[in-house]
Each structure stands twice: as C-alpha cells, then as structure tokens.
C-alpha cells in the first residue's frame, strides 16, 4: 500500500473549501460580494500556492487535518506583517519610470 500524499490531500480540500466560498458568494448581494473581493483573491492565491507546492508531509498533514485550513491560512495572512504593497509600489514606480523613458525616447524621435 502507498505512502498518503498530504500534499495532494491538502490541494483537494483546500480547493473543495474555496469552491464552497465561491459558491456562498455567488449567493450575496452585489455590495457583499465586493466587500469580499481581497479575500477571495487571495484565497485564490493561496489555492494555486497549494496546487503547485511540495511542502514536507508533516506540515502538509498538520494543515490538512485543520477543519478549514484554507480559512486558516487566510488568517494567517491577515496576521502576518508581509506587505505586498511594498511589491506593488515597486511595480509601480518600475512602469512610472518605464513610461517616462519611452515618452521621451518617442520625443526625440519627432523631432
């Protein structure tokens, strides 16, 4: 018989419980809906984390024996101190600058 693969186990239930939540949303008000956006983006994310993982089978385990494991690792987040703002103002500040270069690349060219 097989080793289980929490892993697989893990990307199963954390799939089946955001469908759930997709589902329980589809069911709100519009202005609901919206409220939840940023959840729902990053459960999503943290589904496609899980899909394409391969963290150590203990750990895998001790999430899939969570009752909600994709709701705790959302927590989790909402917890955390990691700022993906900082990514965004980057990403930001990149296409500021990418811009700026090329409206002036474009200038010297009609001239």
């Known amino acids: 018989m097989g080793e289980t693969d929490y892993n697989t186990l893990l990307y199963e239930k954390v799939q089946a419980e955001y469908d759930a939540f997709i589902e329980e949303l589809k069911a709100k008000p519009a202005g609901e809906i919206i ?6 983006v990053f459960k999503e994310e943290m ?8 963290f150590e089978q203990k750990e895998a385990k001790a999430m899939y024996l969570e009752k ?11 917890k955390s101190d990691v700022s ?5 103002r980057e990403s930001v ?8 270069a090329e409206r002036r690349e474009k200038q010297r060219e009609s001239r």
Do not use: Q
């Not at 589904?47 to 391969?54: K, L, Q």
């Not at 993906?84 to 965004?88: E, F, I, K």
């Not at 500040?93 to 700026?100: Q, V």
């Open 47 to 54: 589904v496609c984390i899980c899909e394409f993982a391969n």
């Open 93 to 100: 500040d990149d296409s500021l600058k990418s811009a700026t």
């Open 84 to 88: 993906y703002m900082d990514m965004l």
């Open 68 to 78: 909600y494991p994709l709701d705790r690792m959302y927590h989790d987040w909402l």
């Open 35 to 40: 409220e939840k956006a940023y959840e729902k």
